[in-house]
């Protein structure tokens, strides 16, 4: 979920792009729905400002796609491997942040530096690439991602063509990384646009 101006610079973006590479786990599954309960509430209270991410608004029809991620069922399956009490722990909490989160709209759960900041405290990074829930949510799907991305750069290295990456922020660390070691892109340039603003 993101503020409709995030989403409309997002497509404007997109429209200029050759390929798009997109996030987005298949499938259901019960404990999956639970994690996500924010992402389906929050929108639905117009104060909130927040519209949920779908396809047919951010996607130009003329652009074609490509979804690497994982299934439901893998994405379970990772999280199993945490503690029996840090998943159940998950379960629960989510739910109940979702239900705040709709309430309270972005401010109940961001703080005010990063509504301000482009990118999250040094500090904080280093903390988020040592959590084992972070790497259960992404590691495997991080991958998924890179190897989508080498069979694209396999396949069409010589075209000069555009290939958009839609994932979020906390994948970009990974790409960069990956990109790099395995196919030796660098970044040149980047341009944060932000999601959305506590209230």
Not at 20 to 49: C, D, K, W
Not at 148 to 167: C, S, T
Request: charged share 25%.
């Amino acid at each position: 979920m993101a503020s409709p101006t995030f989403y409309s610079q997002v497509r404007l973006r997109l429209r200029g792009c050759d390929l798009i590479v997109m996030e987005g786990v298949r499938g259901q599954s019960a404990g999956l729905s639970a994690l996500t309960l924010a992402y389906r509430f929050a929108p639905r209270r117009r104060r909130n400002g927040l519209q949920e991410q779908r396809d047919e608004l951010l996607i130009p029809e003329s652009v074609p796609v490509v979804y690497p991620d994982v299934t439901a069922a893998e994405a379970i399956e990772d999280l199993k491997t945490l503690s029996r009490w840090t998943y159940l722990l998950l379960l629960v909490a989510a739910p109940v942040m979702g239900l705040v989160f709709a309430l309270r709209g972005p401010r109940a759960f961001l703080d005010e530096d990063l509504a301000v900041d482009d990118l999250p405290s040094t500090l904080r990074a280093e903390m988020l690439a040592d959590d084992p829930v972070e790497h259960a949510m992404t590691d495997r799907r991080d991958e998924r991602l890179l190897d989508a991305l080498g069979e694209i750069h396999a396949e069409r290295a010589d075209e000069p063509i555009r290939v958009a990456v839609v994932y979020g922020a906390r994948h970009v660390p990974a790409i960069v990384a990956g990109l790099m070691s395995r196919h030796g892109y660098r970044a040149r340039e980047a341009e944060w646009l932000t999601v959305l603003v506590p209230a």
